[in-house]
């Protein structure tokens, strides 16, 4: 017995963190986010069972590295505890400098917040890079990661089609874990808070996944891998995000690129760029055929808004009607609306489920029965059951507005602003009430597209003020989308990564969180051309990911969503690990070459068995070149 559980410790001690690892893996992008509670009531960010996971990893991480049975003491730990000083330097001067951020428990409470969630987010990194030592830990935690996709990818299509339950953070009342359904039209977003979050994952994994499937020599395992890549690409473009689908073929095509460059010759280099390129397109064009109607349709606004774009969509659009007709188009035997009538799926709602338009619907009308009544005779519409029967609430008048003779791209419904208004009560008392004001488009908006305008009209000339404010720190984290000093905003979004670390840490913070990902891309680039296909793979895949992602962060703060930014600094800390695998297996085969012997081995630490051993072979190759030369000066002089 005591044999046993003594056993069962040592494997514990020894492999502990790498069970963590993987689970992390598996578990942060796999569990819905049902938060457990609110840090801050108000808030829209919430403590959730993978912030104990990780916390549970990281206190076992501290342990195993003061107890020095891990490496953790690498280039990129300087560049996070460089990262830390700036971020509490930058709270620091938001509170008492710049004076952002009131001296409150609600505003300092939401800075503090969000900056220890960046350095949980950095925790990962060193979980995943300590806890790889040799290479079947690396295979098997890539083969977890790539099982995690397709499970992603079957829980999509039970979302979509058998109307799998939603847990989403599009906004604070979804953010409280009501379980939904989406409807018909409604954009996939599987185990994640939203679509832009699963897209931003998939454009991290793909590029790794894809690469693996270009090296590997297994048959099994390369159909394998290119499967899951497909099904993580369908699911992609089923979420009709424009950017994260820009990136992804930035991403995808860097992959190929630089594996096409990895071959001997150009002439093998331009075969496999072709071949290679050809087929991953080609694949990427049946399934945007297929399922890519909502983000064709979106892609569509942004050509339709430059007239250069226009122009050249019309171009490409008569060069494919050279190729094949729109007639033909039409008479292929499967067509998209055939096939999407031919995939297995229920058209039975759940009987106690709420739809995301419903819920929708019930704010707006809880939010409406604090309103002022403009006029008896102007009622609002009244939210419908899916059968349109009986309605899911009743609300009072409210002020209407008149409807718009033209909306922006995307927009199908002329939806009031709800604006603050202070007014006097009887009692001669202020009352702060929320008014629905007609919405008023701008220029901007009506010309290209509201979802582009509010990014250049509002969010990012917010950010750009925050920097130009205090350039070298910012104005402190969460403080970019406030109109004011004292208002308590409950969600922060940017939507460009870029400016909001400017903003919030100015360049200080900027150089430093940035550089950290150079530095990672550059150790990455060094070992592209490793003699150990895996750890070339990883290395591609990760600089096609991280590419990627920073292609995304120009629309999306991909950096500050917590599934996204856990998994990428995941695949970080295992890209480093990968890279360090050759070093250490190098470092193994030095020290079984030490003269030390067996019963001396637990008495002479690793170091001192690779020292030996480094001296004994410098020795030896002394000799033998000694050797060697001898009998040729010999020669030399009897000549």
């Given at each position: 017995?005591?044999?046993?559980?003594?056993?069962?410790?040592?494997?514990?001690?020894?492999?502990?963190?790498?069970?963590?690892?993987?689970?992390?893996?598996?578990?942060?992008?796999?569990?819905?986010?049902?938060?457990?509670?609110?840090?801050?009531?108000?808030?829209?960010?919430?403590?959730?069972?993978?912030?104990?996971?990780?916390?549970?990893?990281?206190?076992?991480?501290?342990?195993?590295?003061?107890?020095?049975?891990?490496?953790?003491?690498?280039?990129?730990?300087?560049?996070?505890?460089?990262?830390?000083?700036?971020?509490?330097?930058?709270?620091?001067?938001?509170?008492?400098?710049?004076?952002?951020?009131?001296?409150?428990?609600?505003?300092?409470?939401?800075?503090?917040?969000?900056?220890?969630?960046?350095?949980?987010?950095?925790?990962?990194?060193?979980?995943?890079?300590?806890s790889i030592k040799h290479r079947w830990q690396l295979k098997v935690i890539l083969g977890l990661l790539v099982a995690t996709v397709v499970a992603i990818a079957?829980?999509?299509?039970?979302?979509?089609?058998?109307?799998?339950?939603?847990?989403?953070?599009?906004?604070?009342?979804?953010?409280?874990?009501?379980?939904?359904?989406?409807?018909?039209?409604?954009?996939?977003?599987?185990?994640?808070?939203?679509?832009?979050?699963?897209?931003?994952?998939?454009?991290?994994?793909?590029?790794?996944?894809?690469?693996?499937?270009?090296?590997?020599?297994?048959?099994?395992?390369?159909?394998?891998?290119?499967?899951?890549?497909?099904?993580?690409?369908?699911?992609?473009?089923?979420?009709?995000?424009?950017?994260?689908?820009?990136?992804?073929?930035?991403?995808?095509?860097?992959?190929?690129?630089?594996?096409?460059?990895?071959?001997?010759?150009?002439?093998?280099?331009?075969?496999?760029?072709?071949?290679?390129?050809?087929?991953?397109?080609?694949?990427?064009?049946?399934?945007?055929?297929?399922?890519?109607?909502?983000?064709?349709?979106?892609?569509?606004?942004?050509?339709?808004?430059?007239?250069?774009?226009?122009?050249?969509?019309?171009?490409?659009?008569?060069?494919?009607?050279?190729?094949?007709?729109?007639?033909?188009?039409?008479?292929?035997?499967?067509?998209?609306?055939?096939?999407?009538?031919?995939?297995?799926?229920?058209?039975?709602?759940?009987?106690?489920?709420?739809?995301?338009?419903?819920?929708?619907?019930?704010?707006?009308?809880?939010?409406?029965?604090?309103?002022?009544?403009?006029?008896?005779?102007?009622?609002?519409?009244?939210?419908?059951?899916?059968?349109?029967?009986?309605?899911?609430?009743?609300?009072?008048?409210?002020?209407?507005?008149?409807?718009?003779?033209?909306?922006?791209?995307?927009?199908?419904?002329?939806?009031?602003?709800?604006?603050?208004?202070?007014?006097?009560?009887?009692?001669?008392?202020?009352?702060?009430?929320?008014?629905?004001?007609?919405?008023?488009?701008?220029?901007?908006?009506?010309?290209?597209?509201?979802?582009?305008?509010?990014?250049?009209?509002?969010?990012?000339?917010?950010?750009?003020?925050?920097?130009?404010?205090?350039?070298?720190?910012?104005?402190?984290?969460?403080?970019?989308?406030?109109?004011?000093?004292?208002?308590?905003?409950?969600?922060?979004?940017?939507?460009?990564?870029?400016?909001?670390?400017?903003?919030?840490?100015?360049?200080?913070?900027?150089?430093?969180?940035?550089?950290?990902?150079?530095?990672?891309?550059?150790?990455?680039?060094?070992?592209?051309?490793?003699?150990?296909?895996?750890?070339?793979?990883?290395?591609?895949?990760?600089?096609?990911?991280?590419?990627?992602?920073?292609?995304?962060?120009?629309?999306?703060?991909?950096?500050?969503?917590?599934?996204?930014?856990?998994?990428?600094?995941?695949?970080?800390?295992?890209?480093?690990?990968?890279?360090?695998?050759?070093?250490?297996?190098?470092?193994?085969?030095?020290?079984?070459?030490?003269?030390?012997?067996?019963?001396?081995?637990?008495?002479?630490?690793?170091?001192?068995?690779?020292?030996?051993?480094?001296?004994?072979?410098?020795?030896?190759?002394?000799?033998?070149?000694?050797?060697?030369?001898?009998?040729?000066?010999?020669?030399?002089?009897?000549?």
């Amino acid at each position: 017995m005591w044999h046993t559980l003594s056993k069962v410790g040592r494997w514990l001690d020894e492999y502990l963190l790498f069970v963590l690892a993987c689970l992390l893996i598996v578990f942060v992008p796999l569990y819905p986010k049902i938060p457990l509670w609110s840090p801050i009531e108000q808030y829209i960010v919430r403590v959730r069972l993978e912030d104990f996971v990780i916390l549970g990893a990281s206190l076992v991480w501290l342990v195993q590295a003061l107890r020095r049975k891990i490496t953790w003491n690498v280039g990129f730990f300087w560049w996070v505890v460089a990262y830390a000083i700036v971020g509490a330097a930058s709270t620091v001067s938001a509170v008492y400098v710049t004076q952002t951020v009131p001296l409150q428990p609600l505003h300092l409470g939401k800075t503090i917040l969000h900056y220890f969630r960046y350095l949980e987010y950095f925790t990962l990194f060193f979980i995943a890079f300590s806890s790889i030592k040799h290479r079947w830990q690396l295979k098997v935690i890539l083969g977890l990661l790539v099982a995690t996709v397709v499970a992603i990818a079957a829980y999509g299509y039970g979302q979509k089609y058998y109307y799998w339950p939603v847990y989403s953070t599009m906004n604070r009342e979804f953010s409280k874990g009501i379980r939904l359904y989406l409807t018909q039209y409604a954009r996939v977003q599987s185990t994640f808070a939203g679509h832009y979050d699963m897209a931003a994952y998939m454009v991290a994994v793909l590029p790794l996944i894809l690469a693996l499937a270009l090296k590997t020599a297994h048959t099994w395992a390369k159909r394998g891998l290119w499967l899951t890549f497909w099904l993580g690409s369908w699911l992609l473009i089923l979420s009709a995000s424009r950017m994260p689908f820009a990136a992804y073929l930035g991403g995808v095509g860097l992959v190929v690129l630089i594996t096409a460059l990895l071959q001997t010759n150009w002439s093998q280099r331009i075969r496999f760029a072709l071949s290679r390129g050809t087929l991953t397109l080609l694949g990427i064009l049946v399934l945007f055929y297929y399922f890519g109607a909502d983000l064709s349709e979106r892609l569509g606004h942004v050509v339709n808004a430059n007239p250069t774009l226009a122009s050249a969509a019309a171009q490409l659009t008569d060069w494919r009607r050279v190729v094949l007709s729109d007639e033909q188009v039409a008479s292929l035997p499967l067509s998209p609306k055939r096939l999407q009538e031919m995939l297995p799926k229920t058209d039975k709602q759940p009987a106690n489920g709420v739809s995301t338009d419903q819920v929708a619907a019930q704010i707006a009308a809880e939010l409406a029965a604090t309103q002022e009544v403009a006029s008896s005779k102007d009622q609002p519409p009244t939210p419908t059951g899916d059968n349109g029967s009986k309605p899911l609430v009743s609300a009072p008048p409210i002020f209407k507005a008149p409807a718009p003779t033209h909306l922006p791209a995307g927009v199908y419904e002329n939806i009031p602003d709800l604006v603050e208004v202070t007014t006097v009560d009887e009692q001669g008392e202020k009352v702060v009430k929320k008014v629905q004001r007609p919405r008023v488009y701008s220029e901007c908006a009506l010309e290209k597209e509201l979802s582009l305008c509010i990014r250049l009209e509002t969010l990012w000339p917010r950010a750009l003020e925050g920097f130009l404010y205090n350039p070298f720190l910012g104005t402190g984290y969460a403080t970019l989308t406030k109109e004011g000093i004292e208002i308590f905003t409950e969600a922060d979004s940017t939507d460009n990564n870029y400016l909001r670390t400017l903003g919030e840490t100015g360049a200080i913070g900027f150089i430093v969180f940035y550089g950290a990902i150079v530095y990672l891309l550059v150790k990455s680039f060094r070992r592209i051309k490793d003699a150990d296909w895996l750890v070339s793979s990883v290395a591609v895949g990760f600089i096609g990911g991280s590419i990627g992602l920073l292609l995304n962060a120009i629309y999306i703060d991909v950096f500050a969503a917590s599934k996204v930014a856990q998994t990428y600094w995941s695949l970080a800390g295992l890209a480093m690990a990968a890279l360090y695998i050759t070093r250490r297996q190098k470092d193994e085969k030095l020290a079984t070459l030490s003269p030390v012997q067996p019963g001396d081995a637990e008495s002479v630490t690793l170091a001192q068995a690779i020292k030996t051993a480094s001296a004994t072979k410098s020795k030896a190759g002394k000799r033998s070149r000694g050797a060697k030369t001898k009998p040729r000066t010999r020669r030399t002089r009897r000549s």
